[in-house]
């Protein structure tokens, strides 16, 4: 390319154009001139540079090869060889620049010509970041599979992984092998409905879709291929990123029947209380759920308990934080309380009536468990609405605290006190209406409006003194 004679003043903004930084360097490496076009390398303060050695601008890491660049240019090689530096700055990290050095004149001048590498300096260290974070989920996936498989084979359960598309074993444990009398018939890869007598494979099959429909434990009894009796089949369903999948466990039918140990016994228990028509759910100190039964994933509309675990119970409370603080009050005090009216919020958007009964459990660590009971039919047949008759003594007004605004109760009980004035008169009055009228300060026509309201005289009446 020829360019012709440049003038200095071409050639200054020639270089200032196609670099980020140049330095124009003496024979001894000290810098006689700075030109800087980036903020990234004004930041630096640059200009304070002229007077100083080049190897003091930049780091220790980065004076070796600052040395080799300005011995290498001063051969007959004339192929630029780009090494990066960093040049320290007063504030954040340093500042990486790549330079080639060119021999300017026979005078021994050199001219370092640089490119700012930071934007390439972050995506590297976003990249080693990302590569740190992979290796530290895939070595904890790693440790969360060993202790899988460790649970998985060492169980007495026998256990089924079965995809909930395909109906095709995944996965099964040692247990379950027991199960088939020919130990060179594998149950992975094969239909779960093939591992079971024909005569139950139909109900095996409505397990599952009945498990996967409602998100809860489903149980059946169905007797395996080869065995000499029945076992008892439960599948409960959960999602993964390729779709549904059931866990399937099998007990023999036997083990079931006959609880004779504490251990069958607190497993009894613990299938009662999953089973429980009313919903139970334990939490920490903090009001974490830690456990809940499939009533109250039902109440809630969700269909795994992995949507609830972790998160705390007020969330699901309508008055939040408020209903919470009384409920933990109590339970601090009195370490039980019994029916209190409160409403939940559900998956859809929706709000359910319930009472909650609840109490400390006395472990090493503090854990509550709350029983809630769905009490949305009965509300809507006790609560009072427009109209209706109303409450007659201030204990009755009193449940409604919890189920009612208190705009409404107020109004509840002024209507209360008005109907009881009105009777304590006419009974005074021996049903003198007008005498009645008289003593409460009102009109006889609005006594009679009172009285119809409250549903103490007919309608005939009332018409008979228009």
Not at 92 to 101: E, H, I, N
Request: aromatic share 6%; charged share 25%.
């Amino acid at each position: 390319m020829k360019l012709g004679n440049l003038t200095e003043d071409a050639f200054a903004r020639l270089v200032r154009a196609a670099f980020d930084i140049a330095l124009l360097l003496d024979n001894d490496g000290v810098i006689e001139d700075v030109s800087a076009r980036k903020a990234d390398v004004l930041a630096l303060d640059c200009q304070t540079w002229v007077g100083r050695t080049w190897l003091s601008t930049v780091t220790s890491e980065s004076r070796v090869k600052v040395q080799e660049m300005l011995a290498a240019s001063q051969g007959a090689d004339e192929d630029l060889r780009w090494r990066q530096v960093n040049h320290a700055m007063s504030k954040g990290s340093d500042l990486p620049v790549q330079y080639a050095v060119l021999k300017l004149d026979d005078q021994g001048r050199f001219l370092a010509l640089g490119r700012d590498m930071e934007s390439i300096a972050a995506l590297q260290r976003r990249l080693i970041e990302t590569q740190q974070s992979i290796e530290r989920d895939y070595l904890r996936l790693r440790h969360i599979e060993t202790k899988y498989r460790i649970l998985f084979e060492t169980g007495n359960e026998a256990v089924l992984l079965v995809d909930g598309l395909s109906f095709r074993v995944l996965d099964a444990n040692s247990s379950a092998q027991v199960f088939v009398k020919d130990n060179h018939k594998k149950l992975v890869g094969r239909d779960v409905t093939e591992c079971f007598e024909p005569a139950y494979r139909d109900e095996i099959q409505s397990l599952l879709r009945m498990a996967h429909a409602t998100g809860r434990i489903e149980m059946c009894r169905a007797r395996f291929v080869g065995a000499s009796g029945d076992c008892t089949v439960s599948a409960s369903v959960f999602r993964q990123e390729s779709g549904p999948h059931f866990l399937v466990r099998l007990l023999p039918h036997g083990i079931v029947a006959r609880p004779a140990s504490a251990a069958d016994q607190q497993l009894l228990f613990s299938e009662a209380l999953e089973h429980s028509p009313d919903g139970f759910v334990s939490t920490d100190r903090a009001g974490v759920i830690k456990s809940a039964n499939a009533e109250l994933m039902t109440m809630l509309g969700v269909t795994a308990l992995s949507q609830l675990y972790g998160q705390p119970l007020e969330n699901w409370l309508v008055r939040g934080g408020v209903d919470w603080g009384v409920l933990l009050t109590n339970l601090r005090s009195q370490t039980v309380v019994k029916d209190f009216a409160t409403e939940l919020r559900v998956m859809a958007g929706s709000t359910i009536a319930v009472e909650i009964s609840a109490l400390t459990l006395n472990t090493d660590q503090a854990y509550y468990a709350f029983y809630i009971r769905d009490v949305e039919r009965t509300r809507a047949t006790e609560t009072p609405v427009a109209g209706a008759s109303m409450v007659s003594s201030v204990a009755e007004l009193s449940k409604l605290v919890g189920r009612m605004p208190m705009r409404d109760i107020v109004g509840e009980t002024v209507d209360m006190i008005e109907k009881m004035c009105i009777q304590s008169a006419l009974e005074l009055t021996r049903n003198n209406r007008a005498s009645a009228a008289e003593m409460l300060g009102l009109s006889r026509q609005s006594l009679y409006v009172k009285l119809r309201r409250f549903e103490m005289v007919s309608d005939m009446e009332v018409s008979s003194i228009h």
